[in-house]
């Protein structure tokens, strides 16, 4: 598992005196440049400055970051990133920012894993995350990817080579599969996964680090994916039922019409896929990311 793009924020103490009388012009701050940014009424909105790939913008007395951490660790996030790598990426950001890093606010936080496997038909496999279809991720005109959109979060599956190839002009060679769930901090607080991040040290905090771990294999697992089904060896009635719950707008409509009858036929359905092997395929994309997961959490 890997920190991906990470939304931070920090409020400022002590602001230079440049920053508050708001001089247009760029002004140096602890070795970084902060360019100002003007606004289309001709005001000074804030000021910008880069450190690696992390885009900081002071903005009155807030500094915000984003971007990956994995990418400002290692230029690239396609490959394993680990818990102790986590660990000393932090630390390096710290010796380079205004301020403690790990004070910093967390509002926002994208999770992720690369494996090397057919990316493709692994997302293409993907039906329904909580009852909704996923939609198709696109680039350049292609679509590589698959995305549950969710209130608080979403959860996306893409093929990490081309996207890669497309966005960096970087040729991987080799096939990836990258799985992540970004989102507000309240998703990952809630009741149900209740993670408990608010500031930069939780996420270098080991079991908060475990349980996000957790969160982002169990989700996966949630995922509703195409069982091969030999369709020959089902009874009429069976054939049918696989043809409601497969097809979205008759599975939709059942379940708002009918809903008593729409959860005993869930029930029918779930039960004849316990009945039927996944593929090996299937099994084979699941333990590969759970290595990959596992690997992160104990290096």
């Known amino acids: 598992m890997c920190f991906d793009t990470l939304h931070l924020q920090h409020q400022v103490k002590n602001i230079p005196i440049d920053f508050v009388n708001q001089k247009n012009e760029t002004l140096s701050w602890l070795n970084l440049k902060w360019h100002p940014i003007i606004n289309n009424r001709d005001y000074l909105s804030c000021y910008y400055t880069y450190i690696g790939n992390l885009r900081l913008v002071f903005k009155g007395d807030i500094i915000y970051i984003k971007n990956s951490l994995q990418c400002f660790y290692m230029n690239n996030n396609y490959q394993s990133f680990s818990y102790s790598q986590v660990v000393d990426a932090f630390y390096k950001l710290n010796q ?15 999770i992720g894993v690369v494996i090397e496997e057919d990316a493709q038909k692994a997302y293409n496999e993907w039906q329904f995350y909580m009852g909704k279809p996923p939609k198709p991720m696109y680039e350049k005109n292609k679509i590589y990817g698959s995305k549950f959109h969710l209130s608080d979060y979403y959860i996306k599956a893409y093929d990490k080579t081309f996207q890669t190839k ?3 002009k970087i040729n991987i060679g080799k096939p990836y599969f ?19 991040i608010t500031t930069v040290a939780d996420l270098i905090d080991k079991e908060k680090y475990r349980k996000l771990c957790d969160i982002l294999i169990s989700r996966y697992q949630k995922i509703e994916k195409e069982t091969q089904i030999d369709l020959s060896e ?13 097809d979205f707008k008759i599975k939709e409509s059942i379940r708002k ?3 008593h009858t729409y959860k005993k036929e869930r029930i029918k359905y779930l039960n004849l896929l ?26």
Do not use: W
Not at 96 to 110: D, G, H, K, Q, S
Not at 178 to 196: A, L, M, Q, W
Not at 280 to 291: A, G, M
């Open 96 to 110: 380079l920012v205004p301020f403690n890093i790990y004070e910093a606010e967390v509002t926002r936080l994208a």
């Open 166 to 168: 497309c966005k960096d």
């Open 178 to 196: 990258r799985y992540e769930i970004e989102g507000k901090t309240k998703f990952f607080n809630n009741k149900t996964n209740n993670v408990g």
């Open 234 to 246: 089902l009874t009429i009635k069976e054939k049918r039922l696989v043809a409601s719950m497969r």
């Open 257 to 259: 019409q009918h809903s």
């Open 274 to 299: 316990r009945n039927v092997d996944n593929t090996d395929f299937q099994n084979r994309v699941f333990n590969k990311l759970n290595n990959q997961i596992q690997y992160s959490l104990n290096n």
